[in-house]
Nanobody, 123 residues
Framework: QLQLVESGGGLVQAGDSLSASCSAS????????MAWFRQAPGREREFVAAISRWANSKIYADSVKSRFAISRNNPKNTMYLQMTSLEPEDTAVYYC????????????????WGQGTQVTVSA
């Protein structure tokens, strides 16, 4: 059974950069399309970015498209999210997720989730 653990969150200032990681265990991630979602206080969980099994397809939310980059290292069983030019509006708990289906923006397509890592951006 695939298990996911996020790390790398923290407190930064607006304009700073931060990198989050999602480490997998239990199964090889090359079978899975993977994604990042985030949830701010009082708001629904929203899509951030997704990457196909062999990284040949990447999709982003419009709000992060020019600032965030998703990547993966299948031999290391790890996915990453590089965040630049962070804004206070990016403050949220960031979750990684996996699916045996194709890459998607839809939360309901993902059936494996990590516990989340907090990213806080101060003005």
């Amino acid at each position: 059974q695939l298990q996911l653990v996020e790390s790398g969150g923290g407190l930064v200032q607006a304009g700073d950069s931060l990198s989050a990681s999602c480490s997998a265990s239990g199964r090889d991630i090359h079978d899975y399309s993977m994604a990042w979602f985030r949830q701010a206080p009082g708001r629904e969980r929203e899509f951030v970015a997704a990457i196909s099994r062999w990284a040949n397809s990447k999709i982003y939310a419009d709000s992060v498209k020019s600032r965030f980059a998703i990547s993966r290292n299948n031999p290391k069983n790890t996915m990453y999210l590089q965040m630049t030019s962070l804004e206070p509006e990016d403050t949220a708990v960031y979750y990684c997720a996996a699916t045996l289906r194709g890459v998607s923006r839809e939360l309901g397509q993902y059936n494996v989730w990590g516990q989340g890592t907090q990213v806080t951006v101060s003005a």
